[in-house]
């Protein structure tokens, strides 16, 4: 079955760098487009970026973009998130979650991500 | 960037009531609308797409409607597993965007 794990997250200070990962399994991870996707603490959820299943394509949040890289490994069957310049209002859990067609069908139980000083 | 409003934010109704959840767009986003459920410490599960379409092994109960701006998601039924928080999401244009959510709690 499809299963998405994220990890890597954690406490970072302001302006620092993380680097989240979702390991996927259960499917042929290259045929599928892949998300980011968070939701701060008690707030709504915020898409953050998309990566086609070759890696050529990607687009970002304009909240991200600039800031963040999306990026995907097939032979690894992980998905990246490259958070740099990390601001307090970042802080959410992140989730990994695989799109088919146009429509999401699988999410990962999500990574939380701190930004404190 | 288009915008989701999502109306009402709060909605307090009892097991059996009927429940409507209005998702208006900024533009134009033909039937490209998803509706999502959320439990507290859970990921999202999705309910609707394509704005009417169920998905698989989502009880009947729940049904999606409409086109271009307007969006409604229906509860014929409410039952106390569909206390939630609710969202709708465009997938027509990126930036991909969501709507403010819609918490719906025990009278």
């Known amino acids: 079955q499809v299963q998405l794990v994220e990890s890597g997250g954690g406490v970072v200070q302001p302006g620092r760098s993380l680097r989240l990962s979702c390991a996927a399994s259960?499917?042929?991870?290259?045929?599928?487009?892949m998300h980011w996707v968070r939701q701060a603490p008690g707030k709504g959820l915020e898409w953050v970026a998309v990566?086609?299943?070759?890696?050529?394509?990607?687009y970002y949040a304009d909240s991200v973009k600039g800031r963040f890289t999306i990026a995907r490994d097939n032979s690894k069957n992980t998905l990246y998130l490259q958070m740099d310049s990390l601001r307090v209002e970042d802080k959410a859990v992140f989730y990994c979650?695989?799109?088919?067609?146009?429509?999401?069908?699988?999410w990962g139980q999500g990574t939380l991500v701190t930004v404190s000083s | 960037d288009i915008q989701l409003t999502q109306s009402p934010s709060f909605l307090s109704a009892s097991v059996g009531d009927r429940v409507t959840i209005t998702c208006r767009a900024s533009q134009g986003i033909s039937s490209y609308l998803a509706w999502y459920q959320q439990k507290p410490g859970r990921a999202p599960k999705l309910l609707i797409y394509a704005a009417s379409t169920l998905q698989s092994g989502v009880p009947s109960r729940f049904s999606g409607s409409g086109s271009g701006t307007e969006f409604t998601l229906t509860i014929s039924s409410l039952q106390p597993e569909d206390f939630a928080t609710y969202y709708c999401?465009?997938?027509?244009?990126?930036?991909?965007?969501f709507g403010g959510g819609t918490k719906v709690e025990i009278k």
């Open positions: 999401q465009q997938v027509n244009t990126y930036p991909l965007t």
């Open positions: 979650v695989r799109w088919v067609g146009d429509y999401p069908d699988s």
């Open positions: 990566i086609s299943g070759d890696g050529l394509n990607k």
């Open positions: 259960g499917f042929t991870f290259s045929r599928y487009a």
